[in-house]
């Protein structure tokens, strides 16, 4: 990644574990690049990382560097979305089936776009041909944090004191609610 200018006068270092985490995704690792880490513990290094990603200014140039490269990127996040939404469908009965009590994998060729997508590695094995799949359950969860379905919901609640019989009515018409 091409390193753009440090306009908050943040130390080369604290510069360099920015640019290494934009990089990685990975504060702990960026922190060994950034720092010299040999006689650290793995336990120190994470809370160094953390810690320094907490620090304003910091926090600040991490950001700078996410809009840049969202900028620069011509990956949208419907572009994301399309390419998830191909693993979350993806059924296996797309890529084999089963007849006269064998198993038979379809023809490459006639997998279609999305389908292809899907396949995160296909071997040979001793057991024969391995076909696998991306992860649905990774998938999904990112899916959900994009959209915001995973997001917190705000219960604004006044208590007063009711009856028991009215109380579990309450109770059960928020619980359809969440």
């Given at each position: 990644?091409?390193?753009?200018?440090?306009?908050?006068?943040?130390?080369?270092?604290?510069?360099?574990?920015?640019?290494?985490?934009?990089?990685?995704?990975?504060?702990?690792?960026?922190?060994?690049?950034?720092?010299?880490?040999?006689?650290?513990?793995?336990?120190?290094?994470?809370?160094?990382?953390?810690?320094?990603?907490?620090?304003?200014?910091?926090t600040v140039r991490v950001r700078q560097l996410q809009?840049?490269?969202?900028?620069?990127?011509?990956?949208?996040?419907?572009?994301?979305?399309?390419?998830?939404?191909?693993?979350?469908?993806?059924?296996?009965?797309?890529?084999?089936?089963?007849?006269?009590?064998?198993?038979?994998?379809?023809?490459?060729?006639?997998?279609?776009?999305?389908?292809?997508?899907?396949?995160?590695?296909?071997?040979?094995?001793?057991?024969?041909?391995?076909?696998?799949?991306?992860?649905?359950?990774?998938?999904?969860?990112?899916?959900?944090?994009?959209?915001?379905?995973?997001?917190?919901?705000?219960?604004?609640?006044?208590?007063?004191?009711?009856?028991?019989?009215?109380?579990?009515?309450?109770?059960?018409?928020?619980?359809?609610?969440?």
């Amino acid at each position: 990644m091409e390193q753009s200018k440090n306009p908050i006068n943040l130390t080369v270092k604290q510069e360099n574990f920015c640019q290494a985490y934009i990089e990685t995704g990975n504060a702990s690792e960026a922190y060994r690049r950034a720092y010299s880490c040999r006689k650290m513990k793995d336990s120190v290094i994470n809370i160094k990382a953390c810690e320094l990603l907490k620090n304003g200014k910091v926090t600040v140039r991490v950001r700078q560097l996410q809009a840049e490269l969202k900028k620069s990127s011509d990956i949208k996040k419907a572009d994301i979305l399309e390419e998830l939404s191909c693993i979350v469908f993806a059924d296996i009965r797309d890529y084999v089936s089963f007849k006269d009590g064998k198993l038979q994998f379809k023809d490459f060729d006639q997998l279609t776009d999305k389908q292809a997508r899907a396949i995160e590695s296909i071997r040979k094995s001793k057991n024969g041909i391995e076909i696998k799949l991306h992860g649905k359950s990774w998938s999904i969860e990112r899916i959900c944090k994009m959209l915001g379905y995973d997001a917190a919901k705000d219960l604004n609640l006044s208590i007063e004191r009711l009856p028991d019989d009215q109380l579990l009515t309450v109770i059960e018409q928020l619980s359809k609610k969440i």
